[in-house]
């Protein structure tokens, strides 16, 4: 009879030991209105699920069957291509929860000033992205303020902001998959996409 009780004992402290200790859930477990959304620098949502479209203040992101995010609603940025490769090599690095462009980047922020100035009908989206370390909601914030430092500085630069558009993607879109140090930076940047006329 002990070693029946004292199994049964041991049996429940494993189970309660397991669910409680080992719990492997999503680390993001915060709800946000509109279901898996992230808000564009504006304050509008960009609903990340195939095809979905959300948005508020006129401003909506879209995303297509294959993932591609699009622009629509946003009238002068709304008929436009979106060529994610014209500025690849302009993208601006950011330190660990830091959204203050490294001085070492301010030369390429320079160089897409320069080329919308050459190009007047050119618009820019610029999409700020963190590592995945913080919560979604605290990524998500981050992302924003990096995107709208690198439209503060290219305002400064001469460009209008009205030619200027900006969105987070939190930790959404890693450029590196990894978990290391260098995955981590990698991933946290501010990419800039050329916005052209259709026609």
């Known amino acids: 009879m002990t070693l029946v009780k004292f199994t049964g004992l041991t049996l429940a402290a494993l189970v309660a030991t397991l669910s409680v200790g080992c719990k492997h859930g999503p680390k993001n477990i915060t709800q946000i209105p509109g279901g898996n959304s992230n808000v564009t620098g504006n304050g509008s949502l960009l609903d ?8 508020g203040g006129g401003d909506v992101v879209t995303v297509d069957g294959d993932g591609n995010i699009g622009l629509a609603g946003l009238d002068e940025f709304e008929n436009m291509l979106m060529d994610r490769e014209a500025f690849a090599a302009e993208t601006v690095y950011f330190g ?17 000033a320069s080329a919308l100035a050459q190009s007047p009908q050119n618009k820019v989206l610029i999409e700020g992205h963190c590592d995945e370390r913080g919560t979604e909601e605290y990524n998500r914030a981050l992302g924003e303020r990096r995107a709208l430092s690198v439209r503060d500085r290219l305002v400064e630069l001469g460009v209008g902001a009205d030619r200027i558009r900006t969105m987070s993607l939190g930790e959404d879109r890693p450029a590196d998959p ?8 990698a991933n946290r940047r501010g990419e800039f996409v050329l916005l052209k006329p259709k026609s």
């Open 178 to 185: 990894g978990f290391s140090e260098d995955a981590y930076q």
């Open 96 to 112: 660990f929860d830091r959204s203050e462009i490294h001085p070492d980047d301010n030369g390429k922020v320079g160089a897409v």
């Open 48 to 55: 990340t699920t195939p095809g979905g479209r959300v948005g």
